[in-house]
């Protein structure tokens, strides 16, 4: 009686992928199955000529308390906390507020998102919905870093010091204030007296850090951490390099069981010569690295040298200069980076953006390190090492031919490990409910290189626009661009500024003239990898100190460099 | 691309020979394996005689292929059976009878089948969620058999009537919770009283449907991050 209206491809074309299906995740060995749809059989909304996003349809008739800002209809949501499913994602007030299903319960059953006549459909049948992104060490060098972030689906930044004194924190946060994206400000913690370090918290520091080139003394490790504990603020740590104050053991008796977020444990960006990465030993210490050597690369040994004396005031015509630079490199600290990640044992991809890292890559990095990691696991190098974690679907199932554990923990280590690990899981690093509607959209064949859409507090901010004469949307030449939510009057409304718990946000307001939401870190002390989502692992590995040699359990923990990657040379010109 | 296309519209070609300059400027060997999958379509905007005007070149990397089954962002469709269905795609509606069942409302609601004749002088297309006891008066059938249901199809598909036609039409019962026999018509339709019922903070299903949340909350034993009813300063 009924005629064919919709093949299964046409099904496809118009919703996307249904529970079952698999995507492959750009041009990288790493497929994803969609585990579960809560969205409406049959009753899915979808605006448009002759479709059903109307009055009268799935369309609640009039606004009700909890009608929805917007919603993004019927992408794939790939989040760290939640998995792998298709569902609508309800936004309120820049927030999310529910992950489910939308439309009219005078039509469909089990609606718990309803559409509202005010409420506007961002349309996401066939994309990926991530969280934006969090950078947990970038530096804020200047202007031209946002735009790059934001272009790799970052949302959120939090510097790795060199932010003070408050004067230059103020002029940071002001030359913020009209990019759509989340900022809180680690300064470098200097000095032993409370005073000093009083006084950037009232300037709005999130956070402290330590770093070598300013001093990273085992007394001032202790002291900060001490006041730390006291102020329920971050740590962050680039460790004694030269040996001249700690060793790696004096650094972890100095640390003394306490929180701290210790940067580039491979060592390339700084620290412990060779054997930093010790410290992934150790559970209250949470470890990260650094976009250049991830993947480890046959080249990334080849510009450390250049980039290191560029960044840390050293001079290429002085000879003591490159003899200690050319030390800190050690190809196989990077060969064993990989598998540390690989076992959850580094937590954490950021950038080290213009201070040795690229801010546009943290995204790109973590996945095409996913991708590197899987075919290690087939390798005898990678077999059989003691921790590995599973792999395949999330629900522990047997082999669906997807990797969905391994994309959402690579996921994590750019979104709720470091969300967690500064204290503001509350509110980005997941599309679960309550936190900042801060939402990549993707393309499959685009994901983790080119975000087809960013919302930033549940409003397009930032996207590949077109020229604005034409008559469609994204006419060529098109270029990574502001949209409403991220034009300067705009985007202070739909960002949030970090500080600590200490800081007088009202005060702070003031001096600063901020239109941003300002909201404390909390809960940061006492953290564990215990208290992280999916990165939660120690490895009990020997670092020869020597050459830098890293074993585990006898065992060689390494991996070749790698020459050819994907969301690479497919997705860029240069 | 775009270069070949406004050359050739500056040159005065015609529209479809502006698009063919398009098409011909990259060969798809000109490019790397997995490219092609990446450029689902190219627009840009032509300068011709009498203006700009769009021109959209769909799959401009494809030259005819069949798209690859497992490039770049391929969707690997779970095999669920209707893999036999599939087979007909793009063939003619005739073929086949009938959406596979996982497109529409589930089996479960309540189906009837109405002899429907379009009485008007022009085409009138009714689409999936439209209530079908409030569609065009032009079309005639027994409309108190159509309260609370509308068209069986897949969301966001029609049917079409041409003048004097008259078909037999599948309907199902909207999935609303409690499946109120009350006619989804004019007057529940009023503005009064519908969204305090319906969509009132305690959505329907909410216990169903909030497991994603849930499972978060769960899961974020980390959620110590500062609530957002915990901002110092709002």
Redesign the interface.
């Given at each position: 009686m009924s005629a064919r209206h919709l093949s299964p491809t046409e099904w496809r074309a118009r919703f996307g992928p249904r529970a079952g299906d698999r995507i492959r995740l750009g041009d990288t060995d790493l497929w994803i199955r969609v585990e579960r749809d809560l969205q409406a059989p049959g009753d899915e909304p979808i605006w448009g000529y002759a479709k059903n996003l109307r009055l009268r349809m799935v369309q609640v008739p009039t606004a009700g308390p909890s009608e929805l800002d917007s919603v993004v209809v019927g992408a794939v949501i790939v989040d760290p906390l939640l998995g792998v499913l298709k569902a609508d994602i309800g936004i309120k007030d820049g927030r999310i507020v529910g992950v489910g299903r939308a439309g009219s319960p005078d039509v469909s059953e089990g609606i718990d998102l309803p559409i509202g006549p005010h409420t506007v459909p961002v349309s996401g049948y066939g994309l990926i919905a991530t969280p934006g992104g969090v950078d947990s060490h970038m530096h804020t060098i200047g202007p031209a870093l946002m735009p790059a972030a934001l272009s790799g689906g970052m949302t959120t930044l939090i510097s790795a010091g060199f932010d003070e004194p408050p004067a230059s924190m103020e002029r940071t946060v002001r030359g913020l204030e009209g990019f759509p994206i989340n900022i809180g400000l680690q300064a470098n913690a200097r000095s032993m007296a409370d005073a000093d370090l009083d006084i950037l918290l009232a300037a709005g520091a999130v956070g402290f850090k330590m770093h070598e080139d300013y001093g990273a003394y085992p007394e001032l490790i202790d002291h900060t951490l001490a006041y730390a504990d006291t102020h329920d603020v971050s740590v962050s740590l680039h460790t004694d390099g030269l040996h001249e104050s700690a060793e790696l053991e004096d650094t972890v008796a100095a640390i003394a069981g306490r929180t701290v977020h210790a940067y580039h444990v491979e060592g390339s960006g700084g620290g412990h010569v060779p054997d930093l990465l010790g410290l992934v030993r150790e559970a209250n210490v949470i470890c990260s690295s650094t976009t250049p050597t991830i993947p480890w690369g046959v080249t990334a040994g080849d510009e450390t040298v250049a980039m290191t004396v560029l960044n840390h005031g050293a001079s290429f015509g002085v000879g003591e200069d490159l003899e200690l630079i050319r030390e800190r490199l050690h190809p196989l600290t990077m060969a064993a980076e990989g598998p540390l990640h690989e076992l959850g044992a580094i937590q954490i991809v950021n950038s080290d953006s213009q201070g040795m890292g690229r801010i546009m890559e943290s995204f790109r990095r973590a996945i095409q390190l996913a991708h590197v990691m899987k075919a290690w696991r087939t390798t005898d190098a990678g077999r059989g090492h003691r921790g590995l974690p599973a792999d395949g679907p999330t629900d522990g199932s047997a082999d669906a031919g997807d990797d969905n554990l391994r994309v959402l923990r690579y996921l994590a280590k750019v979104t709720i490990e470091p969300a967690i690990t500064h204290g503001i899981s509350g509110h980005v690093g997941t599309l679960s409910p309550g936190r900042l509607a801060d939402i990549v959209l993707w393309k499959p064949a685009f994901f983790g290189i080119k975000p087809e859409s960013i919302l930033k507090g549940g409003h397009p901010a930032w996207a590949p626009l077109g020229e604005g004469n034409a008559t469609v949307e994204r006419a060529e030449p098109t270029r990574y661009a502001s949209e409403w939510a991220g034009m300067a009057h705009a985007a202070p409304s739909v960002s949030l500024l970090f500080v600590s718990g200490a800081a007088d946000a009202a005060a702070l307001r003031r001096k600063l003239d901020t239109g941003r939401t300002i909201v404390a870190a909390a809960g940061l002390r006492g953290l564990t990898r215990a208290s992280l989502a999916l990165n939660r692992a120690t490895a009990p590995i020997e670092v020869d100190p020597r050459d830098g040699r890293v074993t585990l359990a006898g065992r060689s923990l390494a991996v070749e460099p790698v020459a050819d990657l994907p969301l690479n040379r497919r997705y860029l010109l240069r | 691309m775009?270069d070949a296309m406004l050359e050739a519209a500056r040159g005065s070609a015609p529209y479809a020979d502006v698009e063919a300059a398009g098409l011909a400027a990259v060969a798809p060997e000109d490019v790397?394996p997995?490219?092609r999958?990446?450029v689902d379509d190219?627009?840009?905007?032509v300068l011709f005689g009498d203006g700009?005007r769009?021109v959209v070149l769909i799959d401009p990397l494809g030259a005819g292929r069949p798209a690859s089954i497992?490039?770049?962002?391929?969707?690997?469709?779970?095999d669920?059976g209707?893999a036999a269905?599939?087979s007909?795609?793009?063939g003619s509606?005739?073929?086949?009878?009938?959406?596979?069942a996982?497109?529409?409302?589930?089996a479960t609601l309540e189906r009837r089948?109405l002899v429907v004749e379009n009485t008007s002088r022009r085409v009138v297309?009714i689409?999936?969620?439209?209530?079908f006891e409030?569609v065009n008066p032009r079309l005639v059938f027994d409309r108190a058999q159509a309260a609370g249901f509308h068209l069986?199809?897949?969301?966001?598909?029609?049917e079409r009537w041409s003048p004097g036609d008259s078909k037999?039409?599948?309907l199902?019962r909207?999935?609303?919770?409690g499946h109120e026999t009350e006619g989804?018509g004019a007057k529940?339709?009023g503005?009064k009283g519908?969204?305090?019922k319906?969509?009132?903070?305690k959505?329907?299903?909410?216990k169903?449907?909030?497991?994603?949340?849930d499972?978060?909350?769960r899961?974020?034993?980390?959620?110590?991050?500062?609530?957002?009813d915990?901002?110092?300063?709002?």
């Open positions: - | 775009c790397m997995g490219v999958e990446l190219v627009r840009v905007e700009p769009l497992d490039g770049p962002g391929a969707v690997m469709p779970v669920d209707s269905v599939a007909g795609d793009g509606a005739a073929a086949a009878d009938g959406d596979p996982w497109m529409l409302p589930p089948s297309r689409s999936s969620h439209y209530p409030r069986d199809l897949p969301a966001g598909s029609s037999e039409v599948r199902v909207y999935a609303r919770d989804h529940r339709h503005a519908h969204g305090a319906g969509h009132g903070a959505g329907h299903g909410a169903r449907h909030r497991a994603a949340g499972r978060a909350d899961a974020n034993h980390a959620n110590r991050g500062g609530r957002p915990e901002e110092p300063d709002t």
